[in-house]
């Protein structure tokens, strides 16, 4: 058992655990403990990551370092795409307590100002020659 030195909050299911708290410690499991209500494995927060988040702002900022950190890591960025999937739809549960989310990602094609693959035959230049050809004469 070990008692909390600070106020801390659990990654996994946002539980406040009070520094007046003791939770429980595994011999091999990183220092920190347990959350009590969730039973995830929480390690002692490092000192940049003590401060709170004064905004959304600050929120998107550290993901966003967060990110760069998992592709310079050489993380696929389908993985962190996934990652980051599962913590929206998680999160947004959380909020809308008794509710399923499912948080979708819509591919909506080439956006505008990108030069389409001048190779690349449009589909009615290839709709016009045909008809083109079956118009010839043999």
Known sequence: MERMG?????????ATISPDLTVETSSDGPAGGRCPVCQMSMTSP??????QLASAEDLGS???SLVELARN??????????V????????AELAH???QMFIQIIDLG???????DPAAPDGR???LSRGRAADRPR
């Open 6 to 14: 600070a106020v801390q909050q659990c990654p996994n299911c946002g």
């Open 46 to 51: 490092a000192p940049e990551q003590r401060n």
């Open 62 to 64: 550290r993901l966003s």
């Open 73 to 82: 890591s050489g993380l696929p960025a389908d993985e962190i795409v996934q």
């Open 84 to 91: 980051l999937r599962e913590e929206l739809a998680f999160t």
């Open 97 to 99: 307590q008794g509710r």
């Open 110 to 116: 080439p956006q505008e100002g990108t030069v389409a």
């Open 125 to 127: 230049d290839l709709l």
